[in-house]
């Protein structure tokens, strides 16, 4: 069974930072392309970013690309967004989540829909 176990929400003042960690579980890491995605309340999901564990493409969205950044620790089948500088408007649930059993997705991690997701870890930025 497929998990994908966030971490490391929590409120924040603005420009401050937070690490999102997201762990795998019951998938091959090295095949999977994983990413964050969030929901604020009354707008629709919005993808952040992307990576392919076996060293492939990776995708960040241009919105946020000045101030996250996403990367994995192989061994630890772990994928971390760094967020800097939040403000409020980046006040969310935010989701891991992966594009599991797609051929080619290394090529094209985040381009495509997540077909799993996480339970969410909320990120509030307010002073």
């Known amino acids: 069974q497929v998990q994908l176990l966030e971490s490391g929400g929590g409120s924040v003042q603005p420009g401050g930072s937070l690490r999102l960690s997201c762990v795998l579980r019951g998938y091959s890491f090295s095949t999977a392309c994983i990413g964050w995605s969030r929901q604020a309340p009354g707008l629709p999901r919005q993808k952040l970013a992307a990576i392919y564990g076996g060293g492939g493409s990776q995708y960040t969205a241009n919105s946020v690309k000045s101030r996250f950044t996403i990367s994995q620790d192989v061994a630890k089948n772990t994928v971390y967004l760094d967020m800097n500088d939040l403000k409020p408007e980046d006040t969310a649930m935010y989701y891991c989540?992966?594009?599991?059993?797609?051929?080619?997705?290394?090529?094209?991690?985040?381009?495509?829909?997540?077909?799993?997701w996480g339970q969410g870890t909320q990120v509030t930025v307010s002073s």
């Open positions: 989540a992966a594009d599991l059993g797609r051929p080619g997705a290394w090529t094209d991690c985040g381009l495509h829909d997540f077909n799993h």
